[in-house]
T-cell receptor
């Protein structure tokens, strides 16, 4: 079992739908990252969270430290949101090194 | 400002051959990371440089992998000899000291036949 689990692994939705991607982790962390990778593209950092909620445009990320769970929400989804979304945690034991432990990613497809 | 660059973008080699991957971090970023994603698996940490020093190399799979960062600028990752299971996408990331965001390169797709 991975230290970071994402669900679902694949998600297909229609344009305009509200999207939720979940991430659960089993290790102590100092921060959690949400990353995005478009087909054929590089990895881009969307959010870094250590508590609460962050919002950027149509993207919202939340984290519950007690439950070791984070969610990434996309409102009014658009085909350009189609990408792989990756959850990664920064382990407490590696504060100085900022070593990241990754989930397997969620492949999101938004159809027009 | 240029982002993290990696070379080559693709490499196809035969088992037993040697391959060297290169990463150029964002200028001024002391922290440089190598990661790898093999088919169907999650991205995994390989190692972390701070300037030219290896801070953490706990993720390096075996002694066929050698990473260097002479001068603390660009880094190379050499695989010698390559095995079939080394196929995957190798990512590099850099981070400015005192900040939290890692900036990823586009990756090098390595195929070992």
């Amino acid at each position: 079992k991975n230290e970071v689990e994402q669900s679902p692994q694949n998600l297909t939705a229609q344009e305009g739908e509200f999207i939720t991607i979940n991430c659960s982790y089993s290790v102590g962390i100092s921060a959690l990252h949400w990353l995005q990778q478009h087909p054929g593209g590089g990895i881009v950092s969307l959010f870094m969270l250590s508590s609460g909620k962050k919002k950027h445009g149509r993207l919202i990320a939340t984290i519950n430290i007690q439950e070791k769970h984070s969610s990434l929400h996309i409102t009014a989804s658009h085909p350009r949101d189609s990408a792989v979304y990756i959850c990664a945690v920064r382990s407490i034991g590696f504060q100085g090194a900022q070593k990241l432990v990754f989930g397997q990613g969620t492949r999101l497809t938004i159809n027009p | 400002e240029a982002g993290v660059t990696q070379f080559p973008s693709h490499s196809v080699i035969e088992k037993g051959q040697t391959v060297t991957l290169r990463c150029d971090p964002i200028s001024g970023h002391d922290n440089l990371y190598w990661y790898r994603r093999v088919m169907g698996k999650e991205i995994k940490f390989l190692l972390h440089f701070v300037k030219e020093s290896k801070q953490d190399e706990s993720g390096m799979p075996n002694n066929r992998f050698l990473a260097e960062r002479t001068g603390g600028t660009y880094s190379t990752l050499k695989v010698q000899p390559a095995e079939l299971e080394d196929s995957g996408v190798y990512f590099c990331a850099s981070r400015l000291a005192g900040t939290d965001t890692q900036y990823f390169g586009p990756g090098t797709r390595l195929t070992v036949l």
